[in-house]
């Protein structure tokens, strides 16, 4: 089992930046991949990105390529979202997710329970 807890969402101004953090515990988080997910009001749940166990490969949706950037600290069980030039489409709940292999699914093995992000323009 892996327990999965967001912090670092909150309101910021169109190309503003933010970062997620998202710790998380149980025996695996060193061997499983990580990555965020997020679903904005009255649409379906996206992929955001993802990281590798070894954080050696990450895969990226096409809308935040170039803006975010997902890495890994496995020493602090924790992931990171680091989201720059911020749009009001990116305004979404945020989910931290975990799952045994690399992945672009929106449905993994394991997610939390999510964070706000809101980007005024």
């Known amino acids: 089992q892996v327990q999965l807890v967001e912090s670092g969402g909150g309101l910021v101004q169109a190309g503003g930046s933010l970062r997620l953090s998202c710790a998380a515990s149980g025996r695996t988080f060193g061997r499983v991949a990580m990555g965020w997910l997020r679903q904005a009001p009255g649409k379906e749940r996206e992929f955001v990105a993802a990281?590798?166990?070894?954080?050696?490969?990450?895969y990226y949706a096409d809308s935040v390529k170039g803006r975010f950037t997902i890495s890994r600290d496995n020493a602090k069980n924790t992931v990171y979202l680091q989201m720059n030039s911020l749009k009001p489409e990116d305004t979404a709940v945020y989910y931290c997710a975990a799952n045994r292999v690399i992945f672009t699914t929106t449905r993994p093995d394991y997610w939390g329970q999510g964070t706000q992000v809101t980007v005024s323009s």
């Open positions: 990281i590798s166990w070894s954080g050696g490969t990450t």
